[in-house]
């Protein structure tokens, strides 16, 4: 409080106009145009939410056609996983803070990082253009042989767009790889850093490993679509499971690219608002490589009843069960260190809370899912939905929420309103369990996903999803006001409002262009909460 | 920061040219294990299939021509070992040895794709493109056309890559010719070789696995 | 990476050796081995392709790190292929269909 809130000079000040936005080469601005595009993309896919949870108020198909309404489904999915819930937390908070953190002035590759944000904008477009020329029918899943040979709808400009994107995610992990490796200050060893960066990496791992299979079967998909050719039209002898094998081989570790970020930004938030460190540095740590490694060995449980053979159905059941393994050592972790902690329950607290409930309902209904037995039972059913908007929205979605609150004075230099953000956050998390916890129940009852109408005994259960979408809706409505009317309104915030340990921390609130005004040096441990040398910072 | 001896192609946020050629070294190997994925998502396609349907294949193959293989395999080869050369050069700061290597190293890439367009175009005289024009023997008729569609994109892939490698060399050409490549700073060039021979290596396996199925049989 | 310069010679020597390998994997394509065609063919591609990855770029002489990328991406090649082909190669026991 001694020094002056905001710095003459930061990296928001640091040249005006469009130009020097849209060709900067600061990851901290790079990062503000990834919040804007993922943002945009958030709610154009909630656009789309919310027109299939009104169709199903009513048990008759009504509203839309039962063709209009796999086309909803498919775009929500296409653009929330692709576009949102993939870059999400990487691509903005991971840009921003990454550099910061390791105390490193950029990342390796500025141009780099500028191109992966036109590459994602591009491919967007490309998937817009798809939507607004008819739309997409296949599922987000893109399964052949009906999205090779049998639909009629813009399928190669939505895959290409997928496509493209997928580059960005490849460029994204690339540059957090080597800036990790290469660019950490003096003093800043692999175990004294936060284990956000740990996170970030093992993500950009699965991002470098995983994307590229999806690139080419993508092109596949495309050639035997455009061409002619034949890779899985059964027609020529073609086996359309293995379409399923390649998309899952990335599409399961890329649940590990929403998830693993989300658990980066939970480690910070819960070290920040008990005062301790993580209890357990070193295995959440490793957990993170190790849910990165294991989650490339899992794939074909999204496959137990194409038709593969039962003993890899075996074996990939118990690699499933095992990646049940690191996650819970996260959770524990994350539990063991509030205890006796002294919580302070600020937005951000209230958002990891929340993550850590919802996750755990999440994961372990992935177990039921991982056994074979009982995924033959609810496979294609409202109980899948359950499982995975628990993690991807409850998991991924919150802990986006809490990060963006908890730095958000950082990134803007202002302060939000505390009351109407804890509010808010009660509110989405009210209104998540009301939309999808019935969808458990639906499922196990045996309800199939992907259908516009069902029978009336099911409608009360969809009326209380209905109900708790448009709750969760008005939830993520509100921090976009605040957060906007904050940049303008908001009181100035501190350098360190929180009083919380990081480098991030240890500098101006905004950071200037070069993060730091002296390149910094690191002697003290991650979440060295306790040492006097970190009190005074704060 | 920037003292007035930095090295011209010193990027403001690395402490020294040695930082940013480990950065930029570290960069190329992590796209490359990219692309071995990339690849490898076709090959684990072509491992099925031939394992479903070896007779096919064994068929198929022997529509191509090996002495074109053998003799593109022999220019790849080649035009690796000149690469390879192109970067030695500029370790030791020859300017006109490297320049005359990148050439060597083109020209070596464009008859490669010259043999390979001559091979399309015999393929697509005889009707070997998959689809509905396709033309084989009964028996193989289907599975032949995946065994195509496989040799149509992987060469097609590997094809791309040599075009986008050719780029890159000319860039490198225009840097070795106006001097911005040096002994102290050759990193572009060494990256740029790394690019290459992975797109060599990406041919020594497609050479065996497209060309030389069951050439005993005939 | 710290500029070691490998001697021509040694690029020389690889190069011949990479030459007979595919004089070598051509002639073997026209003997019949039985299965052992395809090993020996994927035998002397592996072995081809460790030499350029070796010396041709500099991974003999590299970090540590280096080495951890490049048998990283072989590992990673090696779970896609090995995962997918447990499916294929015990499909034909039993499947669920
Ligand atoms: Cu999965």
Redesign the pocket.
């Known amino acids: 409080m001694t020094t002056a809130l905001v710095p003459a000079r930061h990296y928001l000040n640091d040249g005006y106009g469009i130009k020097s936005w849209l060709l900067t080469r600061d990851h901290k601005r790079i990062a503000l145009l990834y919040l804007a595009g993922v943002t945009f993309f958030f709610f154009i896919g909630g656009a789309f939410a919310v027109l299939i949870r009104l169709e199903l108020a009513t048990p008759v198909g009504d509203l839309v056609s039962d063709e209009t309404y796999n086309k909803l489904f498919t775009m929500h999915g296409v653009m929330m996983v692709f576009f949102f819930l993939i870059p999400a937390i990487p691509s903005v908070l991971g840009n921003f803070l990454v550099p910061i953190m390791i105390g490193a002035k950029d990342l390796a590759f500025p141009k780099l990082n500028l191109a992966s944000w036109y590459i994602y904008m591009l491919g967007a477009a490309f998937t817009t253009y798809a939507i607004v020329t008819g739309g997409l029918d296949t599922g987000w899943t893109f399964y052949t042989p009906f999205s090779t040979v049998a639909s009629t709808s813009a399928v190669i400009p939505a895959a290409l767009g997928i496509f493209i994107t997928g580059f960005s995610s490849i460029l994204t992990g690339l540059n957090f790889i080597v800036t990790i490796h290469r660019m950490r200050a003096p003093g800043m060893t692999w175990f004294r850093l936060p284990l956000f960066i740990w996170s970030h990496y093992a993500t950009s791992l699965i991002m470098v490993l995983g994307t590229p299979v999806l690139a080419i079967t993508i092109l596949l998909v495309a050639a035997e679509r455009v061409f002619h050719f034949g890779f899985f039209d059964p027609a020529v002898g073609g086996d359309p499971v293995l379409f399923q094998h390649l998309f899952w081989f990335y599409s399961?570790p890329a649940?590990y690219i929403m998830i693993l970020p989300a658990m980066g930004v939970i480690s910070e938030l819960i070290a920040a608002f008990c005062r301790k460190p993580v209890y357990g540095y070193p295995f959440v740590a490793f957990a993170s490589l190790a849910i990165a490694v294991l989650g490339f060995l899992?794939?074909a449980?999204?496959m137990f009843v194409a038709g593969i053979s039962v003993y890899a159905a075996m074996i990939f059941s118990i690699l499933s069960f095992l990646v049940a393994i690191p996650s819970a050592v996260k959770v524990f972790n994350w539990t063991a260190t509030m205890y006796k902690g002294s919580v302070s329950w600020q937005t951000p607290m209230l958002y990891a809370i929340g993550f850590i409930g919802l996750f755990t309902i999440g994961g372990l209904t992935g177990l039921f899912l991982a056994a074979v037995g009982l995924d033959i039972h609810v496979t294609d059913t409202y109980f899948i939905v359950a499982h995975f908007h628990y993690i991807m929205v409850g998991g991924t979605i919150m802990a986006y929420l809490g990060g963006l609150h908890y730095w958000w004075p950082k990134i803007s230099g202002r302060l939000y309103n505390e009351w109407l953000a804890k509010v808010s956050a009660l509110v989405i998390f009210v209104g998540f369990n009301l939309t999808f916890f019935p969808q458990f129940i639906l499922g196990y009852l045996g309800m199939p996903r992907r259908y516009h109408a069902y029978p009336p005994e099911f409608q009360v259960l969809n009326v209380l999803s209905s109900a708790g979408a448009s709750i969760l809706g008005v939830g993520y409505l509100l921090p976009m006001m605040y957060l906007t009317w904050s940049l303008r309104y908001g009181r100035l915030a501190s350098a360190n409002p929180w009083g919380a340990v990081g480098l991030e921390w240890n500098t101006t609130s905004p950071p200037p262009t070069a993060n730091f005004a002296e390149p910094p040096e690191v002697t003290w441990e991650a979440y060295d909460y306790g040492s006097p040398a970190v009190v005074e910072h704060v | 920061m920037s003292d007035i001896h930095a090295h011209p192609a010193l990027a403001h946020h690395f402490d020294s040219l040695e930082e940013q050629k480990e950065a930029a070294t570290l960069g190329m190997w992590v796209f490359l294990v990219t692309e071995v994925l990339f690849f490898g998502g076709i090959f684990a396609t072509y491992a099925i299939y031939r394992s479903w349907y070896p007779e096919a294949f064994a068929a198929a193959s022997h529509e191509l021509d090996v002495t074109l293989g053998t003799i593109n395999t022999a220019v790849l080869i080649t035009s690796s070992l000149t690469m390879a050369l192109a970067v030695h050069a500029a370790q030791l700061g020859r300017r006109t040895k490297v320049m005359v290597f990148l050439v060597l190293t083109m020209a070596l890439g464009g008859v490669f794709l010259g043999i390979k367009g001559v091979e399309y175009y015999h393929k697509f005289t005889e009707h070997l493109i998959p689809g509905p024009g396709f033309q084989f023997e009964k028996e193989h008729l289907r599975h032949a056309q995946i065994f195509f569609s496989l040799y149509f994109m992987m060469t097609g892939l590997h094809a791309l890559h040599m075009i986008i490698g050719f780029g890159i060399m000319l860039v490198m050409l225009w840097w070795a010719w106006r001097g911005t490549i040096t002994k102290e700073y050759y990193s572009p060039i060494e990256i740029s070789g790394l690019y290459w021979h992975f797109v060599d290596i990406v041919w020594i396996f497609l050479f065996p696995l497209l060309y030389l199925i069951g050439r005993h049989a005939h | 990476m710290a500029e070691h310069i490998v001697p021509t010679r040694v690029y020389y020597t690889i190069f011949a050796i990479l030459m007979l390998c595919t004089y070598l994997t051509v002639r073997i394509a026209f003997f019949d081995l039985g299965p052992l065609n395809v090993v020996a063919a994927l035998t002397i591609a592996v072995l081809k392709a460790t030499l350029v990855v070796l010396f041709f770029m500099h991974v003999k002489y590299s970090t540590k790190l280096t080495w951890a990328v490049v048998l990283g991406s072989v590992f990673w090649l090696g779970i896609l292929l090995a995962l997918t082909m447990s499916d294929y190669l015990t499909r034909a026991w039993r499947t669920y269909g």
Request: without cysteine; proline residues 0%.
């Open positions: 399961h649940v899992v794939w449980h999204h």
